[in-house]
């Protein structure tokens, strides 16, 4: 089984900065691709950004480009996720996910969740 737990989460004001990590651990962890998801009230889960595990080639939505980052750190089976200029509709809940495709079409883990809010 594979843990992945999500830190960084918060509240934040409209133009602010927060940055979102993913620590995976359990069994032998050997991920096609890691990367984030998220979720806003009312609103279906969507993918935000991915990264594969070997190679660090990135995937990010339309929407978040230039504005949210995904790296890795695969030393401490660590992802992370960058998020600048952070706009009321960027709140949601944010999980962190690992998958054997790319760019994550399916999702084998998920996290637990951790909440941004942004406040205007």
């Known amino acids: 089984q594979v843990q992945l737990v999500e830190s960084g989460g918060g509240l934040v004001q409209a133009g602010g900065s927060l940055r979102l990590s993913c620590v995976a651990s359990g069994r032998t962890f050997s991920p096609y691709a890691m990367g984030w998801f998220r979720q806003a009230p009312g609103k279906e889960r969507e993918r935000v950004a991915a990264i594969r595990w070997i190679g660090g080639s990135t995937y990010h939505a339309d929407a978040v480009k230039g504005r949210l980052t995904i790296s890795r750190d695969n030393a401490k089976n660590t992802v992370y996720l960058q998020m600048n200029s952070l706009k009321p509709e960027n709140m949601a809940v944010y999980f962190c996910?690992?998958?054997?495709?790319?760019?994550?079409?399916?999702?084998?883990?998920w996290g637990q969740g951790t909440q941004v809010t942004v406040s205007s």
């Open positions: 996910a690992a998958s054997l495709t790319w760019p994550m079409y399916t999702v084998n883990y």
